[in-house]
């Protein structure tokens, strides 16, 4: 991986859009899928997880969108959706393959938004040279914030978006593999 560059929008109910731009090297030859897991942080109704909406779309050298990808998803608990982002035709070895992940999940964030330490991390099978994570708060709220991962790997930014929503960011540079690296939020008030 080589950027990991998200946005989670999350609402007073817990709704979570999140929007994801994944730049990745191809480190074998023929690559025909890319796999991800998403979860969220408690045991959540069938009748939510048939909500969850997921599109993923190529993006142009330009980073406007393009052809939407093919993807296979499978909960495998019932907080966590494994994805699968298949390729049109195998991507070539050394090469780097750009898409953009849009998953809209219904009460994600519930324990936030219901006062409970809640959190949002990342964690890849190789080293990945940039990751950023920016979560736009409820409106009207703020958060108590913790680097979750090594505090020498993981930056936690306080912010404002441009309407004035309170934001909570973390960044890591030179992630090492299957190191964990995000933020644990608790609203204020």
């Known amino acids: 991986m080589v950027d990991w560059d998200e946005e989670v929008d999350i609402n007073r109910r817990g709704d979570a859009l999140d929007q994801v731009q994944v730049r990745l090297r191809v480190l074998q030859p023929d690559l025909l899928f890319a ?6 942080n408690w045991t959540q109704p069938l009748r939510l997880r ?3 909406e997921l599109t993923v779309r190529n993006l142009q050298v330009d980073g406007s969108p393009g052809i939407k990808l093919h993807t296979t998803s499978n909960w495998v608990k019932d907080s966590s959706m494994d994805v699968i982002v298949h390729f049109p035709a195998p991507q070539k070895e ?13 009460r994600r964030f519930k324990p936030l938004v219901e006062r409970t330490p809640d959190r949002l991390t990342v ?7 940039h990751v950023v994570s920016k979560l736009v708060l409820p409106a009207g709220t703020d958060a108590f914030a913790e680097p979750v ?3 020498a790997l993981v930056k936690v930014i306080p912010g404002e978006d441009e309407s004035g929503r309170k934001t909570v960011t973390f960044e890591s540079f030179n992630l090492p593999a299957r190191q964990p690296a995000g933020v644990r939020l608790e609203l204020k008030g």
């Open 50 to 52: 048939e909500q969850v």
């Open 35 to 40: 796999r991800f897991r998403f979860d969220c």
């Open 149 to 151: 991962g090594d505090p």
């Open 123 to 129: 964690s890849f099978k190789r080293p990945t040279g």
């Open 94 to 106: 050394n090469t780097e393959v750009s898409f953009a992940i849009n998953l809209n999940w219904p």
